[in-house]
């Protein structure tokens, strides 16, 4: 399934195309860009622990010397990873198109925008060793649809100090009418709303505390109850608003019945969608914004996203990219599964860890074993490939890919206590043992 998934999502001559449309000064001589993307691939899927180790494993197929590999990797432009995944989503598209439809908002396409910052990575690069600092390679501005589960678009940044709004000025240009933009308080700004407003694009975005500024606010609407507390709406007029956009937005306020992680007591958004739609829909929407955390969180425990090794910018980003296009397959692979089973296990929630793990401990195995002609190959019609897929999933078990529910933890503060102590360390054993005689 994986495979056949991956034949779909990213053949090898179509990676090739999309390098040779994009890239700006990068040229293919003996190194393709699609064998750069299978080494990191396999990095991304737990198969090889580290590039190095993918490239010593291909040394026979690789007609390059790993100085060379690395130097390539460390030149990949962010305008290829930004196609890589935008035309991979667009390949998934109409597999999921097979699918029972799931839409969050009847006509319209739901893309929740953030950024993901990668972790300091280490300090291989000749002029970060004397740097006592956090080394940081980079940030990503993401567009993830919670409908179809595929993220669609993403705008690399080298600069890890660069602002997420200037990343974001890229994402909004291919905003589309009919589309709903939903964003965190840092995209609040005059620049953002009114760019998405200009498209004929939706957006709800949580209030920021200083801009845009207003000229005008309107009556409270009566409040409505809903699940986490209770709304009013009213109208603003922007201070300056762009000539021929729409002047007129709507604040819905949220005062809710526990408060957030933060200590917010109330939830404040702003949204240019139509007056049909109300305040209740846009705060239930709103509450899809978190999805994108999950999938942030996945892409971080379930593949290899943050390759701590890889230092230069570009190489880091590069590995993100990957990790991205493998979660886009893992994504369709578990709604096919849920959908095979859906019958017999109404509600089943297929673990992307536990599906990760199988393909982990399966597809190389597979690959060494199958001479390539013998690999599955994806068909040309998208249906005839999901119901092949379809086939595939009913023959799984859904309690080996279930997730497992936790219990939440309750919450305890820690409180203050002494630098000495909290840099101690205890001996487990001895814990233990001195517990054993202590009843509950």
């Not at 005059?190 to 949580?206: H, K, S």
Request: charged fraction near 25%.
């Amino acid at each position: 399934m994986a495979h056949l998934a991956l034949d779909q999502a990213l053949p090898s001559s179509w990676i090739d195309e999309v390098f040779q449309a994009h890239r700006q000064r990068q040229y293919p001589r003996e190194l393709l860009f699609s064998s750069v993307v299978e080494l990191m691939l396999l990095v991304t899927l737990g198969l090889r622990p580290s590039l190095h180790a993918a490239a010593r494993k291909m040394a026979d197929r690789l007609p390059v010397s790993l100085a060379a590999l690395y130097a390539k990797v460390q030149r990949t432009e962010p305008a290829v990873l930004r196609a890589l995944v935008q035309g991979s989503a667009q390949r998934l598209v109409p597999l999921v198109g097979c699918l029972p439809e799931r839409q969050s908002l009847a006509g319209w396409q739901l893309r929740v925008f953030d950024g993901n910052h990668l972790p300091a990575s280490e300090k291989r690069l000749a002029p970060l060793r004397g740097l006592r600092g956090a080394a940081l390679p980079g940030h990503t501005l993401v567009v993830y649809d919670p409908d179809s589960a595929l993220v669609c678009d993403i705008v690399a940044c080298e600069d890890a100090h660069e602002s997420e709004r200037t990343g974001a000025a890229a994402l909004i240009e291919r905003a589309q009418a009919q589309q709903v933009w939903i964003g965190d308080r840092h995209f609040c700004t005059q620049a953002i709303v009114q760019g998405l407003a200009e498209r004929g694009a939706g957006c709800i975005v949580r209030e920021h505390a200083r801009h845009p500024r207003l000229r005008s606010c309107g009556l409270w609407s009566e409040q409505i109850d809903i699940e986490t507390g209770r709304v009013r709406e009213q109208a603003i007029e922007l201070a300056e608003p762009h000539a021929g956009a729409l002047k007129y937005w709507r604040r819905i306020e949220i005062a809710l019945h526990a408060p957030t992680e933060s200590g917010d007591q109330a939830i404040v958004l702003w949204s240019n969608l139509p007056p049909e739609i109300d305040a209740a829909t846009i705060a239930r929407l709103y509450r899809k914004r978190w999805r994108i955390e999950g999938m942030f969180g996945r892409l971080e425990s379930v593949l290899h996203s943050e390759i701590k090794t890889l230092g230069h910018p570009r190489a880091a980003l590069l590995g993100f990219a990957v990790a991205v296009l493998a979660y886009n397959v893992l994504a369709l692979l578990k709604q096919l599964i849920e959908h095979a089973h859906r019958q017999r296990h109404p509600e089943l929630d297929v673990s992307t860890y536990h599906l990760a793990v199988d393909i982990a401990s399966d597809y190389g195995p597979m690959l060494r074993i199958l001479p390539s002609e013998h690999w599955p190959r994806a068909d040309d019609d998208p249906r005839q490939l999901v119901d092949r897929l379809l086939r595939l999933s009913s023959r799984m078990s859904p309690k080996q890919l279930a997730t497992s529910k936790r219990k939440p933890k309750d919450a305890q503060a820690k409180g203050y206590v002494d630098g000495s102590i909290a840099r101690s360390h205890v001996s487990t054993a001895r814990v233990l043992k001195q517990a054993e005689g202590k009843r509950p």
